[in-house]
């Protein structure tokens, strides 16, 4: 029988084993309920990690106190083992660059303290590639301690460093398009107007809200066609490209030339298209390269082409001459004595003097024929078309009668001024250019030699002639130094007195090598080469010497004319010479007269009159040689200090034939008297030419009849004897 402690210690045990049952129970549901909730979380944090990394976003967490970061970092190159990893804590200044650890704590600082909503940085971070990456990072406090003091701040950071690269290109190219001198615009598909740049605006005068929206055409231009502009567009539609040239217009409506680069920008699928134009204002360039195009074929002083384009017409010339089987010439034209009117008057009117030169020469040729300028005073003209030689002659003569009449060079001026012409013809002289212009240039020499204002065909034995004067040049300069020139001396006679009152001294050279050198060869070749100026300074010398020995033996009434050369009268330092030359020699200013040709006195009666001055003031005499074969009035006679005309040979050797002669030489006689000058009448070589002078008050002849020029002790010897009364005898005798 069970007593009733039994019963007790049994319940009890009973109630124990429940109680322990029970709490076996409640320990496992407690353990499978933390199971579920532990997985719960990871399954909520698997979910953040995958949709952090999807969104590109990955989680840090920072602990204040520690000073340590947790932060998850992903491989972004993997596919599959991409997830975000959290790592071990590190130090802030393991993973955040060195420039801008301070920029972060600065900004956490100013977050904390509440000064902003939310902590913000772009900073750099060292990917786990060891590369530093920008990132935009954001958080919040998410715990404190029991004082309220923060622990920990967490959020999510952003790889940001492609949207930092694309930013800077695009405000690299923002900056580039507002500081472009080109204008820039974008065009939709239709061709309406999206955006323009400044530039845009500073060329055509439109500001952006006054195009946007509307059509290109509103720059188009009336120097187009319309149709122009849409083939234009059409091109750009069907190729997504146009470059070109085209007028546009301004706001203003000032048109300006355009060089356009149109591209197609093609949008996301299924967009419209959109066009970018460059347009540059050209307008300036073009003008500029006219202008080089122009000064490379074009003289600029006179506009007519030069040697390049002179050349290349030419070129063409010869080609249609050789299909249609005709001749073309070409004419090298030199103005006479040019450089001394030039140094006379001065560059600015030898200017004036080159274009009236250019205009004279076209309008007498013609539009049809080219005429150019070479250089200096020389021109070319290339006739084209010809049959025969003798058109070409033709051509030359009018040319050289067109030069008959003064060139008007301004309101007040005249110049008087001819023409040395040189021809070649094609095929008869030669096959191309450079050769037809060289034997044209030959044969404008051989017109100069010939006595100028005249024009000369070319000859193979010019060749030949041009050889010789270049060797006659290089021997010219030696001349002084090896004592080969020498002067003769042609007496004057007086025939109110019968008595030989003057004489000329002429120049002449014996050179070694090549004999007797005529003065009409190498008086120009010394004129050319400037040597006329040493030559010259030594002729008046060498006769003031020659004078000086004479006026020793007796004859000191004895007059001395020298010649001088254009470029003595020139240069301003001559009357000097002139005067220390007679201070040297002891010969009065009075004995000596100088000699100097019309045409070159006449080229400016002014200019030269202020020159001849200084030599009157000398006191030596001046005289006019070769008066009559000049271009101008005997009124300009008046406005020159000149004491004695010398009337030209020419004039003289048909006074008994020719009428028209003996009344232009008694009128120059006449005419001179009344203005009180001496006359000497040239080239006298009959009895007849002196009954005639003496019969109109001729005051002096010089000629054969006389006699020719003598060595000087001959010439000495003659004087003597004639104004003894011992050589009127022989008077006329070479």
């Known amino acids: 029988m069970i007593d009733h402690a039994d019963l007790l210690v049994l319940g009890i045990t009973l109630l124990v084993l429940a109680l322990v049952v029970a709490l076996a129970v409640l320990t496992t549901l407690r353990r499978r309920s933390e199971r579920a909730y532990v997985d719960q979380l990871r399954d909520r944090e698997e979910r953040l990690k995958l949709a952090l990394w999807a969104t590109g976003e990955h989680y840090w967490d920072y602990d204040l106190v520690a000073d340590k970061l947790r932060r998850s970092q992903p491989d972004e190159t993997a596919s599959d083992d991409g997830l975000p990893q959290l790592p071990q804590l590190v130090d802030l200044v393991q993973v955040i660059h060195p420039d801008d650890l301070p920029l972060v704590r600065e900004r956490l600082r100013k977050y904390l303290e509440g000064a902003t909503p939310m902590f913000r940085s772009e900073h750099r971070v060292l990917d786990v590639r060891g590369e530093w990456t920008w990132i935009r990072a954001r958080g919040r406090v998410v715990a404190r301690d029991a004082d309220g003091r923060v622990r920990r701040v967490a959020g999510t950071s952003l790889n940001i460093t492609n949207d930092r690269h694309v930013e800077r290109e695009r405000r690299i190219a923002s900056a580039v398009l507002r500081n472009m001198n080109e204008a820039v615009t974008v065009l939709d598909g239709d061709f309406r107007f999206v955006s323009v740049n400044p530039a845009f605006t500073r060329m055509t005068g439109y500001e952006d809200e006054q195009v946007i929206g509307r059509g290109a055409d509103l720059l188009d231009s009336p120097q187009h066609d319309p149709a122009f502009y849409r083939h234009v567009r059409d091109i750009a539609t069907r190729q997504g490209r146009f470059s070109g040239e085209m007028w546009q217009r301004r706001k203003d409506g000032e048109e300006f030339l355009c ?320 005067r220390r030359i007679l201070a040297d020699t002891g010969i009065p200013p009075g004995a000596l007269e100088l000699e100097l040709t019309e045409s070159v006195l006449m080229a400016n009666a002014v200019q030269t009159a202020n020159k001849l001055q200084a030599f009157r003031a000398i006191g030596v005499s001046l005289a006019i040689d070769d008066f009559g074969t000049g271009y101008s009035s005997l009124a300009y006679l008046k406005r020159l200090p000149i004491t004695t005309i010398k009337i030209d040979k020419e004039f003289i050797d048909d006074l008994s034939r020719d009428p028209d002669d003996a009344a232009i030489t008694s009128t120059v006689i006449t005419m001179a008297h009344s203005l009180g000058l001496n006359v000497v009448a040239e080239g006298v070589e009959t009895q007849a030419q002196l009954d005639f002078l003496r019969n109109k008050d001729c005051d002096e002849i010089q000629g054969f009849w006389l006699s020719p020029p003598l060595e000087t002790h001959a010439c000495l010897s003659f004087i003597q004897h004639w104004n003894q009364g011992q050589g009127r005898a022989g008077a006329g005798t070479p």
Not at 288 to 293: D, V
Not at 355 to 384: K, M, Y
Not at 422 to 435: L, W
């Open 259 to 578: 060089a356009i680069e149109t591209s197609v920008v093609q949008e996301a699928e299924g967009e419209p298209p959109l066009y970018v134009a460059v347009l540059s204002d050209i307008t300036q360039q073009k003008r500029a390269e006219q202008e080089l195009r122009y000064l490379a074929n074009f003289d600029t002083l006179t506009n007519l082409p030069n040697r390049t384009l002179l050349s290349e017409r030419l070129s063409r010339a010869i080609v249609r001459a050789r299909r249609e089987n005709n001749r073309v010439a070409v004419l090298f034209l030199d103005l006479d004595r040019f450089k001394d009117i030039n140094d006379s008057l001065g560059h600015a009117a030898g200017d004036r003097i080159l274009r009236s030169a250019a205009v004279r020469l076209q309008q007498t040729v013609g539009q049809h024929h080219t005429v150019a300028r070479l250089s200096g005073d020389e021109f070319t003209v290339v006739l084209e078309n010809l049959d025969t030689l003798a058109d070409a002659d033709k051509i030359a003569r009018e040319i050289i009668m067109a030069f008959e009449a003064p060139l008007i060079i301004d309101e007040r001026q005249e110049i008087s001024i001819s023409p040395s012409i040189g021809i070649s013809v094609y095929p008869d002289h030669g096959q191309v250019p450079t050769e037809l212009l060289k034997q044209a240039d030959t044969a404008m020499y051989q017109a100069k030699a010939a006595g100028r204002r005249t024009f000369v065909r070319y000859d193979d034995v010019m060749d030949v002639s041009i050889r010789q004067r270049a060797t006659i040049a290089g021997a010219l300069r030696k001349v002084i130094d090896r004592g080969e020139l020498h002067l003769v001396y042609q007496p004057r006679l007086a025939l109110e007195s019968s008595r030989i009152t003057g004489v000329e001294a002429l120049l002449r050279w014996t050179s070694v090598e090549h004999g007797v050198i005529p003065p009409s060869v190498f008086i120009p070749l010394a004129e050319e080469s400037g040597l006329i100026l040493e030559i010259g300074e030594w002729a008046l010398r060498e006769a003031c010497l020659t004078l000086r020995r004479w006026r020793q033996h007796g004859l000191a009434d004895l007059n001395m004319a020298v010649n001088m050369s254009v470029l003595q009268l020139l240069r301003g330092n001559f009357p000097d010479v002139v």
